[in-house]
């Protein structure tokens, strides 16, 4: 087993039957600032950052980092996906958080579920046996159901940021 932070980066683009999962480029930075700035995007993450400082903030080649997937359709970027790991001090073995934020427009076609079943399918090859969690707000009725497609099981509810949040693992 590969230890953490040894797996090669990037990997090799992923190609599923619609999508690509690939580092992230410079054509990518305007879909990233809309990611953040969108108010449907945001609803359930803290609310959409303005679109003035995201500008100026955000790199020229944004996102460029291990764990770090553009979900591409057609030559286009419409998503993103994370597999990050999560803060050892607050958990007895390692795992990694999934993460992911999809253009309002490409929602309802099932892509969030294909980029991720993929991306999880490396994580699996590249570090066998290590569980992956995922958290959403139980009021995202959307991302609930995606995580249940994708294998989650509940582990806990807590509150955070104002809202009941739900915290379901992948072994």
Not at 55 to 64: C, F, I, L
Not at 115 to 140: D, I, K, Y
Not at 144 to 166: D, I, P
Request: charged share 25%; with cysteine; net charge negative.
């Amino acid at each position: 087993m590969p230890e953490p932070g040894t797996e090669a980066w990037p990997p090799a683009p992923i190609k599923t039957e619609r999508l690509v999962l690939r580092e992230s480029e410079a054509r990518d930075r305007a879909t990233f600032i809309e990611l953040f700035a969108s108010p449907e995007v945001g609803t359930y993450i803290g609310g959409p950052q303005p679109r003035d400082a995201l500008e100026r903030a955000t790199a020229e080649v944004p996102g460029r980092r291990p764990g770090l997937f553009v979900v591409e359709l057609d030559g286009a970027m419409i998503g993103m996906i994370t597999l990050d790991p999560r803060d050892e001090k607050e958990h007895v073995r390692p795992e990694t958080e999934l993460g992911y934020l999809f253009l309002p427009h490409v929602w309802g076609h099932g892509y969030a579920a294909e980029a991720c079943a993929a991306a999880l399918g490396w994580f699996a090859r590249a570090r066998p046996g290590e569980p992956v969690v995922l958290c959403t707000q139980t009021a995202n009725d959307r991302s609930m159901r995606l995580a249940a497609k994708l294998g989650f099981t509940e582990v806990e509810r807590f509150e955070a940021y104002g809202a009941e949040q739900w915290l379901g693992a992948r072994l």
